[in-house]
């Protein structure tokens, strides 16, 4: 062992090659990662109702809020405010402290519209809270279908994290498809964002392999020298 931590000066002069194989490593690190980030996009256009900006609208909402909900379908749509609420945001769960708990949100209820205004589809109201501007109040209409109830809260929404504005705003800079059929577009450049990750990952992977295999082979040869340049002839 002694002897190895010795032979690592040789490797000294080429440590600019070494550093940016280190780069290349963690690139491809983040590449891999990104690419599997990416199935749960391309799952939410081919197969999931809610999409992907749905899946966006409702998780931005999530965050803002400090609560677990789900945009669903009432069976049988609800009169609030002289309109009819057939699509829904339910809260189904809410975190301690959150603004979600602090305006008195409970498990059960459903956020049908904003107060003064006529109910909201579940989809709108989800990207009105995820896109509200930060620290302004925002008055929802709620109503719980347990007790049959329907009232008015103000919640001060949290500051969105960077996961969930990120996934806003890539939603909000694709234009929103009206069905099945529109969502192609999406999963093509989807696709195109995956070839491109690969092909600059295997590129990556060739730079690190090169980089570091050439220093090795040279730090080799430069121990070598050394030792036919202190080598004593016999007598």
């Avoid at 602090?102 to 059960?108: M, S, T, Y």
């Avoid at 990120?166 to 192609?184: C, H, M, Q, W």
Wanted: proline content about 6%.
């Amino acid at each position: 062992m002694r002897s190895f931590f010795r032979s690592l000066r040789y490797l000294r002069p080429y440590r600019a090659r070494l550093a940016t194989a280190v780069v290349c490593v963690v690139l491809i690190s983040v590449l891999w990662g990104g690419g599997l980030g990416m199935l749960a996009p391309g799952l939410k256009i081919l197969i999931d109702p809610e999409g992907l900006h749905g899946w966006a609208w409702r998780s931005g909402a999530e965050d803002r809020l400090s609560a677990r909900v789900f945009v669903r379908d009432v069976p049988v749509p609800v009169r609030v405010d002289g309109g009819l609420a057939s699509q829904v945001i339910d809260v189904v769960e809410v975190a301690g402290g959150g603004p979600a708990d602090r305006a008195g949100l409970k498990p059960g209820d459903w956020l049908v519209g904003l107060a003064g205004s006529a109910p909201m589809p579940g989809n709108d109201l989800a990207r009105t809270i995820a896109k509200a501007e930060a620290g302004a109040p925002l008055r929802l209409r709620v109503h719980n279908h347990y007790a049959g109830t329907t009232r008015t809260v103000e919640l001060a929404l949290a500051d969105p994290g960077w996961k969930s504005r990120a996934l806003v705003g890539v939603a909000s800079a694709v234009r929103e498809p009206a069905d099945y059929a529109g969502r192609f577009p999406i999963l093509i450049w989807v696709l195109a964002i995956g070839v491109v990750a690969t092909v600059l990952r295997d590129l990556l992977r060739f730079a690190q392999t090169y980089l570091v295999q050439t220093a090795a082979y040279r730090a080799v040869l430069d121990i070598r020298c050394d030792n036919y340049n202190v080598a004593r002839p016999t007598r």
